[in-house]
C-alpha cells in the first residue's frame, strides 16, 4: 500500500471512529457531518472526498475484494462445498479481528435507524449478486442459472444468520462455530 492509499484509509477510519461515537452519543439524525469532520480533524470538504453521505461511514466502501480473491485462491477442483466453507471461515476468521465493540454499535444502529436498515438491505443485495456472480464463474455457469442462485442464496443467508446470532450475543458464541455449523446445513445445496 502507498502512501498515499495508507493516508486515505487512516482519514476513513478516523471519520469512521468519530463518527460512531457522535451516533452512539447524540444519535444518528442529529449528528452532523461538520461535526464528524471536526471531531477527525478534517474539513468537510476531506470527509465528502471519501465519504458520499454520512451513512458512508457505517458501511464498507463498495464490493470487499476479500471474497473474490479468497474464491480464486481455491484450487480448481475443490468441491464448491469446501470453497465456500473455507473462504466464509477465513471470513468469519476476519470479523474476530474486528474491533467488537463497535461491530456491536454499528449492528444496532442498523438495526434501529429505518434509513440505515433500509441502506443495509440495498447493500445486502448488491452482495447476493456478486456472489452469484462469483459462484457461477466458479462453476462455469450463467448467474441466472437457478441452482447457481438458489446456492448464493442460502450461502447469503447461512453467513447472515450466523453474525446476526454472533451480535446478537454480544460477540459471545464463537463466530466460526457458528459458520461451521451453518454450512454444514446448507452444504447439499452446494452439491454442483
Known sequence: ?????????????????????????????????????????????????HFRAKEDVLFNEGYDPFLERAFADRPADEPLAEVVRTVYQEFAA???????????????L?????????????????????LVKLLADRVGRSPDDFEVRLAAAAVNAAFAQAAQYWLDRDCAPQLPDLMELAMDRIKGVLAF
Open 1 to 49: 500500500m502507498g502512501l498515499r492509499e495508507a493516508n486515505r484509509q487512516r482519514v476513513m477510519g478516523e471519520a469512521r471512529r468519530e463518527a460512531l461515537a457522535l451516533f452512539v452519543k447524540q444519535g444518528f439524525e442529529a449528528t452532523t457531518v461538520e461535526q464528524i469532520a471536526s471531531a477527525a480533524g478534517i474539513s468537510p470538504a476531506t470527509f465528502y472526498r
Open 94 to 108: 476476519r470479523l474476530l479481528e474486528a474491533d467488537h465493540q463497535a461491530l456491536l454499535l454499528r449492528h444496532r
Open 110 to 130: 442498523m438495526s434501529s435507524v429505518p434509513a440505515l436498515r433500509d441502506r443495509l438491505m440495498r447493500e445486502e443485495r448488491t452482495n447476493l449478486d456478486q
